[in-house]
């Protein structure tokens, strides 16, 4: 008694493309995201307000250079006690710091 089976073909899965499987998009983090789309923008732009405003708050009180030397000589002024929690300051009078 030979039987002969016959093999359906099952469903193929299309190849998923090399720049998906590098970047997750189908992912669940990826999923994760795309649900939580609005609540991601919002605090992006939150946190983009919060950047130029702070920015704008630096830039008008260090704008001059009697300023930035002002601040450098109260750090100056500051106990070694005290800077010492801070940390050690280089070039506070300068742009780049």
Do not use: C, H, W
């Amino acid at each position: 008694m030979a039987s002969t089976i016959e093999r359906r073909a099952g469903a193929t899965v299309p190849p998923i493309p090399l720049k998906q499987r590098i970047y997750g998009f189908g992912s669940v983090f990826a999923k994760t995201l795309r649900d939580s789309r609005r609540a991601t923008i919002l605090v992006g732009g939150v946190l983009a307000l919060m950047l130029i405003g702070i920015g704008a708050a630096i830039i008008s009180q260090f704008s001059t250079v009697q300023s930035r030397q002002e601040m450098g000589d109260v750090i100056r002024a500051v106990p070694p006690i005290l800077a010492g929690l801070a940390g050690k300051v280089v070039n506070v009078e300068t742009l780049g710091g």
